[in-house]
Nanobody
Framework: QVQLVESGGGLVQPGGSLRLSCAAS????????MAWYRRAPGTEREWVAS???????GYADSMKGRFTISRDNAKNTVYLQMNSLKPEDTAVYYC???????WGQGTQVTVSS
């Protein structure tokens, strides 16, 4: 069965960095586009970034230049490097498989001094 397990969230000060990881299993990872979404308190889940099986990335406008999505097909893992974090980046971040419609359990990111 498909499993997506996120890790790497935590508490970070404004301006800091975090790297999220999503370990995938149960499908041919290298073939498939993967994505990150996030949900801030009281808001709808929003798209953050996607990466194709071939490694082509796409980003939401508010994340461009600060966030980088990447993948290691040998490790079946997709990453989200987040730099210059702001308090408004506080959210639960989810790994998502768009084609199969599977979500990970989410990892909390809190940006606060």
């Amino acid at each position: 069965q498909v499993q997506l397990v996120e890790s790497g969230g935590g508490l970070v000060q404004p301006g800091g960095s975090l790297r999220l990881s999503c370990a995938a299993s149960g499908f041919t990872f290298s073939d498939d586009t993967m994505a990150w979404y996030r949900r801030a308190p009281g808001t709808e889940r929003e798209w953050v970034a996607s990466i194709s099986g071939g490694g082509n990335p796409g980003y939401a406008d508010s994340m461009k230049g600060r966030f980088t999505i990447s993948r290691d097909n040998a490790k079946n893992t997709v990453y989200l490097q987040m730099n210059s974090l702001k308090p408004e980046d506080t959210a639960v971040y989810y790994c998502y498989h768009p084609t199969r419609g599977y979500w990970g359990q989410g990892t909390q990111v809190t940006v606060s001094s």
